[in-house]
């Protein structure tokens, strides 16, 4: 697949690079993206969530009350999980929730979600360039003349540009990525997936 190159200024280059068909144009494997995209998110959780136990509160193990004619409900200790500010009962435990997923159905997912972007025509490839100094308006001024202002979009480094992602980190729809952290679930969180020019190789490489 064959796609046109454009320059920050939003123009066609007359250069076009080549999109393997083994990476941007496969049969979207819908499972596989599912089970990449569950195990991201369920790997972001810090599982550090935690309430106290009876065990673990501070109070009397003193009876409160005579077990039976009071006319009142049976009660144990202050600490008891029937009453305001005590205990809970079966309350959440530090857990670790990360999920593995096979090399295999992982490169499978980023392939299917890459080729469904191609198929959409939601990929730009653009030049390479870099930025002197970190400026958000200069960031900003190439997603306008790329008509993209507004919607989320993903550009994709070949190597860590720390100026260019320093300029887009205060956009609240712009990410920036390198070509070896490119995950499923950030392609399909985007609407549009910016490619430089370097990065389409580095990103094709693993997934071939």
Request: net charge positive; with cysteine; aromatic share 6%.
């Amino acid at each position: 697949m064959k796609i046109e190159i454009f320059n920050i200024q939003g123009e066609k280059t007359g250069k076009s690079v080549d999109l393997p068909d083994e990476v941007f144009g496969i049969e979207p494997n819908e499972h596989a993206v599912w089970l990449a995209v569950k195990a991201y998110l369920a790997n972001q959780r810090q599982g550090t969530h935690k309430s106290k136990e009876r065990s673990e509160l501070s109070g009397s193990t003193r009876k409160l009350h005579r077990q039976k004619g009071t006319g009142g409900a049976r009660k144990g200790d202050i600490k008891s999980p029937l009453l305001r500010g005590g205990a809970r009962v079966f309350g959440p435990k530090p857990r670790d929730y990360r999920q593995k997923l096979n090399k295999k159905v992982n490169r499978l997912a980023r392939r299917s979600a890459l080729s469904s972007k191609a198929s959409n025509g939601q990929i730009i490839v653009l030049e390479d360039f870099s930025f002197d100094a970190p400026r958000t308006k200069s960031y900003l001024d190439i997603l306008k003349k790329l008509k993209l202002d507004g919607q989320k979009t993903l550009f994709v480094t070949g190597d860590y540009e720390k100026n260019v992602y320093l300029s887009c980190r205060n956009i609240p729809k712009a990410a920036v990525t390198r070509a070896q952290d490119l995950n499923t679930y950030e392609i399909l969180h985007a609407n549009t997936i910016i490619l430089s020019e370097g990065s389409v190789g580095k990103i094709a490489e693993p997934l071939l």
